[in-house]
């Protein structure tokens, strides 16, 4: 195979809103500030800004973009052993759930460890992005407090993330990457705080969400805005309050009540966060609705090639938005979308023929909605600025329970970009044994031997991010031996 192995409901009261206004000036919030401030200083020196070495200027546009397969995916089917001893302990352990002898698509790596590995069949459209060198695997990946081994989960000997096999828990520790610290910011959100100092003439937030509100994109300063894959959200009933219909008045009338002097802290913000989001919604549907769909759109000859699926059509959105960034005024743009469906427990493949059923049916969205949106940006001329990731509650267990899986804790993830060094696989593969060195007990749930905050440190350096501020995004990175796991 081939290895690269481098370097419960809020309190909406008013006393918790203020804190959470407040907090903006608390130490994460300082240290934001602080390295907002270096960003500015940075590109006040001509030629200057936060720059990855090899890359393009700090001025240059650059898209980070989410995807997030809610509900755990079993990534021990998604890539599997392809020589013969590793298939058949691969068989024996996995049972009714093992892909058919030879179904996989080789995976064939410039780096190995000894042993082959073959791709899920479903996922051809992301095998060819992985043989064209646009595609890479980051393997065994998982919410980590510190670098941790069998012997010392095995003993407790140091901190784990809680609530390891927990959906709710697990989610919110993967966008957050702050598992040992109750619920504040996403990473995402922190790196959009950091980073929003590049776009100077922004129209609306930098952060855009394709499934509603998620913790990943959650900032001090920098908001999340939701988009529906039919374009902007806006207020049922209403209209621009210029005209005289009903739709009008009424619009005109609740801005006028918006921008009235309010008595509390409450009241003012929002109704100012509501005037906002309005605007937001009038400018983006003013800018989406204008020759960025079809013949149309920036990429005619790949806008058909998205499917019905809802995934597919938030990936389309997001190229539309994308290539709308000059006119909203953005250079650094994170996106979120969510497929759900992974929890699998039962029905996970077809009885007669385990290469089909259920999660081929997800993988095979997943590949085929990336592939779309990259040859979009192919065709936009900005493959290079935009880089996808998976991310995922966790992975199953190796073994089935008797019709699908458990949960579990490491898992395998897909990068897709023009700037991915791919057709390799990152990380370390787990060793395949139940009960072996990275079970944590007796049904392959894999300790993971990438962090969360290895895996998004890379593509935070990637998206421009400098060493020294890193920390500010990614809290606990130095508890890892590695900052970038090069997949970029």
Known sequence: MNRTDTATSPDPSRRKFLGSCCAAVGATGMLSALAQLRVLGALAQPGNGPQVPGTAAAEDYKALVCLFLAGGNDANNLIV?????????????????????????PLVTPTSDGRAWGLHPSMTAFHQLFGAGKGAILANVGTLLYPTTKAQYTARSVPLPPQLFSHNDQQVEWQSSLADRPFQTGWGGRLADLTNAFNTNASISMSISLNGQNSFQVGRNIAQYSVSTSGAIGLSGSAAPTGTSAASVRTKAMNDLLASPQGNL???????????????SALLSTVLGSGTTGANSAFPNTYGAFSNTNLAQQ??????????????GLKRQVFFARIGGWDLHDNQVDNTNTAIGAHANLLADVANSMKAFYDATVEMGIADSVTTFTAS????????????????WGSHHLIVGGAVQGGNIYGRMPDLSLRGVQD?????QWIPTTSVDEYSATLATWFGVSATDLPVVLPNIGRFARQNVAFL
């Not at 944590?440 to 392959?444: E, L, M, V």
């Open 266 to 280: 409450f009241e003012t913000a929002f109704g100012g966060m509501t005037t906002n989001a309005i605007a937001d």
């Open 81 to 105: 052993p392809y020589d013969a001893a590793g298939y058949a302990a691969y068989a024996a352990a996995r049972t009714a759930l093992a892909l058919p002898s030879g179904a996989a698509l």
């Open 315 to 328: 990936m389309r959105t997001i190229a539309r938005l994308i290539s709308a960034r000059t006119t909203l």
């Open 393 to 408: 509650d966790f992975g199953r267990t190796y073994n089935t329970n008797g019709d699908g899986s458990d949960h579990g």
């Open 440 to 444: 944590t007990g007796s049904r392959g």
